[in-house]
């Protein structure tokens, strides 16, 4: 099975899962009549490979292994078959969740500075404005990650506060400035909410059900596990909280990517502690599964 291959961590793993990752991309953008360059498949692989990396390593508390990676592909894969596959917007997307939250992970590191960790963490989710304005919303949950390894002052707060001011009055100024009023209310624009009412597609479903799982043990977790766990399965079902704010107020493709990201902690801690191993293993086929099912019946 692949999840059982992708918890070796013999490097030439890291090779298996860029391959398996870009070569399904294609399958999955093929059956759905979407373009499926070169440069996408492979962006696909190694963007498994990279979130992997930077996020088990932050974390510590994830198991270095490469099962990360996989989980986050299979999560994308069930996410964004229903809709147009996987796209630069989803990598984008993924990408943007994965460097805030190895950001964010790096609070409770007690060997920086706490004023480096709170600026390059306010900084870093300003610089996000660049994408889209919608990445306001992470300034609310990492006001609330920054009392990770420190006491939360009001010192902290102001501190964060700078640092996500200045990209942002940046590129507010930029917008009004070069294009005028216009230009900046139309950057504004997209924080507006619609509101669509969607019924979840199989592969949505298939996700939400794993979550549902995942709750109880992060509630096991709150009174067993150690620190550094507790605060990465908080931080993860922070960001999923957002995600799906996001995308039900602002019905949007790359959401597919974030909530990847952020679900995959909690998909990895139920490898771990799901009761019954048969659930275990079908973890990753279920999404792959629900996935396809969206495909070819939704």
Same mark, same amino acid.
């Given at each position: ?79 964004? %078959? +229903? #809709?147009?596959?996987? /796209? ?7 990408? $943007? =969740? @994965? &460097? ?52 939360? %002052? +009001? #010192?902290?707060?102001? /501190? ?7 990209? $942002? =009055? @940046? &590129? ?54 150690? #620190?550094?766990?507790? /605060? ?67």
């Amino acid at each position: 099975m692949p999840t059982l291959l992708f918890r070796n961590a013999h490097p030439g793993v890291a090779v298996v899962l860029v391959a398996v990752a870009a070569l399904a991309t294609v399958g999955l953008n093929t059956i759905l009549n979407q373009s499926v360059p070169v440069t996408l498949a492979l962006a696909t692989g190694v963007a498994a490979w990279f979130f992997n990396f930077i996020l088990v390593y932050r974390s510590r508390y994830l198991k270095m292994n490469y099962l990360y990676g996989w989980l986050w592909f299979v999560a994308v894969f069930a996410l964004s %078959s +229903g #809709r147009q596959g996987i /796209q630069w917007h989803t990598l984008g997307g993924s990408l $943007a =969740a @994965a &460097i805030w939250m190895a950001l964010a992970y790096e609070m409770s590191f007690v060997e920086r500075s706490a004023l480096t960790r709170r600026i390059n963490l306010g900084f870093v989710t300003g610089l996000l404005l660049l994408w889209t304005v919608r990445f306001s919303y992470f300034i609310v949950v990492s006001l609330w990650a920054i009392g990770w390894g420190t006491n939360r %002052s +009001g #010192r902290g707060f102001l /501190q964060l506060l700078i640092g996500w001011l200045v990209p $942002a =009055a @940046a &590129i507010s100024t930029y917008h009004w400035t070069l294009g005028g009023p216009s230009a900046f209310y139309a950057w504004i624009a997209p924080l507006q909410p619609r509101l669509e009412v969607f019924v979840p597609s199989p592969g949505e479903a298939v996700l939400l059900f794993w979550l549902l799982m995942a709750i109880p043990q992060t509630l096991r977790a709150t009174v067993s596990a150690k #620190r550094s766990k507790r /605060q990465g399965l908080y931080l993860s079902w922070s960001g999923i909280l957002v995600a799906v704010v996001w995308c039900i107020a602002h019905p949007d493709a790359s959401t597919s990517g974030l909530l990847a990201v952020f679900a995959t902690p909690q998909l990895l801690n139920l490898q771990d502690y799901l009761p019954k191993y048969w659930m275990r293993v079908l973890l990753g086929p279920s999404l792959l599964a629900g996935g396809l099912l969206s495909v070819f019946a939704w």
